[in-house]
C-alpha cells in the first residue's frame, strides 16, 4: 500500500488545485464556492524519481454552521486519521481564521505529522504570509502558489521527510 497524504484546510484556501498540481490531474473540481469537494477524493502523485505516495482531497473542515462537527468535516477528520503526512493548507492572502485555530487544535491532538501550506502566496510577500502563521507552532512550514505550481518541489521535499 502507498502512503498517504491527507489535504487539510478550511475550503476554498486551494486543497483541490494543489492535489491537482500533486496527481496531475483535473479530478478534482476547482471551483470558488467553498465546499464543493464534498467526499473523499483519492489520487496518486508520481513525482519523477521519487516514489509514488497516494492523496487524499478532502472537502474542507466547515461548511456554514457545520463547523469541525458536520458531515464534510467528519470525512476531512477521517482522511487526517489515516494519513502519514497532512498537509495543513491556510490562505497566504488571508491569514489565520478562526476556523484555522479550531482546525489546528483538532489537528494537534490527532498526532499526526503535519505540514503547514501556505497557499497563495502569488504576487504577495510570502515571508510575510508565512510569519502570519508562526504562531501556529508548526515548524514545517512552506509557502506556496499551487496555482501556479510554485514551491511544489519545495513541498514534495518535506513529505518525502516524513515518508
Ligand atoms: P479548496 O476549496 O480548498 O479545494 O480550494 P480550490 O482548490 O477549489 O481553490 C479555491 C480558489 O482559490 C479557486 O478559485 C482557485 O483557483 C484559487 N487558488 C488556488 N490556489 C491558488 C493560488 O496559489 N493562488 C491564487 N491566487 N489562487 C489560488
Ligand atoms: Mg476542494
Redesign the pocket.
Known sequence: MLPLVALV?R????????FNVLTRTRD?????E????RDRNYGVARPEGRPAFAVV?TG?IAGEDEGLAGATARQARAAAEEADVVLF?VDGREGPSALDDEILQWLRRTGRPTVLVV?????IDAQQALNEFVRYGLSDRIA?????R?GVDALLARVYAHL
Not at 34 to 37: S, Y
Not at 144 to 148: G, Q, T
Open positions: 484546510g475550503p476554498n484556501v486551494g486543497k483541490s488545485t494543489l478534482a473540481l476547482v471551483h470558488d467553498p465546499g464543493v469537494t482531497d474542507g493548507v497557499n497563495k502566496t502569488d504576487g506556496v502558489a499551487a496555482s501556479h510554485h
